[in-house]
């Protein structure tokens, strides 16, 4: 899966630039004059905040982004060949509890809030 890390959490827009930290070079003070960076300050902390929405104001980090699309998943699906025959398919809906098997013919299963609350903890 692949993550967009200058996706706002917040709003959704793609419209986001780097924050950047240190002492600022003669051509980031102009980057940061024409919106393409936004200066951070001189002092860095690992909490700092990476990414600067020009829609919303909002700063996040990667780590911030990756969580966000981690807590949107809203399912699994998974399916296995084999090379002499076989095939078999798994498709886990975690908001309606549906869990599908399929392996010569459909079946069909709600799982309980408990066993999907492990599963996703697993995926995690």
């Known amino acids: 899966m692949a993550i967009k890390h200058n996706k706002c959490p ?3 827009s793609l419209n986001a630039i780097q924050i950047l930290y240190g002492m600022p070079t003669r051509d980031a003070f102009l980057m940061a004059e024409e919106g393409k960076i936004k ?4 002092c860095i902390t690992e909490t700092d905040p990476e990414y600067y929405c020009k829609d919303c104001e909002n700063e996040w980090s990667r780590e911030a982004s990756i969580d966000h699309v981690y807590k949107e998943i809203r399912g699994i699906k998974a399916s296995v060949c084999g090379y002499f025959g076989g095939y078999y398919e798994v498709d886990i809906d ?5 869990l599908k098997f399929n392996h010569l013919g ?13 599963l ?3 995926s995690l």
Do not use: N, T
């Open 39 to 42: 200066l951070g300050g001189c």
């Open 120 to 122: 996703l903890l697993i």
């Open 10 to 12: 917040r709003c959704g």
């Open 106 to 118: 459909a079946v069909q299963k709600i799982i309980m809030k408990r066993q999907s609350d492990r």
């Open 94 to 98: 975690f908001q309606s509890r549906d």
